[in-house]
């Protein structure tokens, strides 16, 4: 029982660990930009099986820092993940959605299969999505030959800059 227990506690510190250097770089991120950028907002997701509909009994985390600017109408993203199940089969951005709540398919993320994925999807024309998307109605998820219908999910949230 010892074993067993000194081995969740590291797995505990270890995920710990990870949500703490999450932090660091998202303080540093936010710090980092121009304060004069109005027409750019920023936007997180963070990703895990508990935040998919139904939510899976994946260990995977996930992050992704976004921007939306206002002049171009494209929202560009840089996301991270770790530990899927299995091989990665698609990654899209799907809205709108409350958490809890599954929506059609928006765009799709690339690469595929690819970590960490860098990009920019759009142009966001639509009033509508462009509401939707400042209102945290959008989500981000990563599906999984093990989790066909996903596998880890992050509502995205702005970042209030």
């Known amino acids: 029982m010892v074993g067993t227990n000194m081995g969740t506690r590291r797995i ?7 949500w703490i250097a999450l932090a660091a770089g998202v303080i540093f991120t936010l710090s980092a930009l121009p304060v004069g950028a109005a027409s750019t907002k920023t936007f997180i997701a963070l990703m895990n099986g508990g935040q998919e509909t139904p939510p899976t009994t994946s260990d995977a985390l996930g992050v992704a820092f976004l ?6 109408k494209m929202l560009c993203y840089s996301i991270s993940f770790t530990t899927l199940t299995s091989a990665e089969a ?8 409350t ?13 595929v299969p690819g970590n960490p ?5 759009g142009p966001l024309t639509s009033g509508a999505l462009k509401k939707e998307l400042k ?7 990563i599906h999984t030959t093990q989790f066909p ?5 992050g509502q995205i949230i702005p970042t209030g800059r």
Not at 67 to 72: G, L, N, Q, S, V
Not at 135 to 141: I, P, Q, T
Not at 149 to 153: L, Q, T, W
């Open 149 to 153: 219908n996903g596998e880890i999910r």
């Open 117 to 121: 994925k860098n990009g920019c999807v």
């Open 135 to 141: 209102k945290g109605l959008m989500y981000l998820n």
């Open 12 to 18: 505990a510190m270890n995920r710990c660990s990870w």
């Open 90 to 97: 698609a990654a899209h951005v799907h809205g709108p959605a």
């Open 99 to 111: 958490p809890g709540q599954s929506a059609a398919v928006l765009f799709p993320l690339t690469p």
């Open 67 to 72: 921007t939306f600017d206002e002049a171009t």
